[in-house]
Nanobody, 115 residues
């Protein structure tokens, strides 16, 4: 499985941002997004099933973040609304052979939020 994340950049606080992850290779059960803030450990953000029917979020982001899946394009998206400086991080997409697994990782895409 190959994963290619994109869509990061410099944004203003309060803006919205959509990250994309292009997936290829074998079929997996789960896709996910994680993030790693400067000097901190990588943390879970959200999971979505291959079909897109089920999702799971970290409590800290569930009100502003939306994960989605486009099966036809084999893409996974993360929509961030009302983005805040504390959302500054490298965002990674993941894929797993079972629910909430992380067997595969893409390279990260950097999101920087200015206040």
């Amino acid at each position: 499985v190959q994963l290619q994340a994109s869509g990061g950049g410099l944004v203003q606080a309060g803006d919205s941002l959509s990250l994309s992850c292009a997936a290829s290779g074998r079929t997996v059960a789960t896709y996910g997004w994680f993030r790693q803030a400067p000097g901190k450990e990588r943390k879970f953000v959200a999971f979505v099933t291959w079909s897109g029917a089920s999702t799971e979020y970290d409590d800290s982001v569930k009100d502003r973040f939306t994960i989605s899946r486009d099966n036809a394009k084999n893409m996974v998206y993360l929509r961030i609304n009302n983005i805040q400086p504390e959302d500054t991080a490298v965002y990674y997409c993941s894929a797993g052979r079972r629910w909430n697994a992380t067997d595969y990782w893409g390279q990260g895409t950097l999101v920087t939020v200015s206040s």
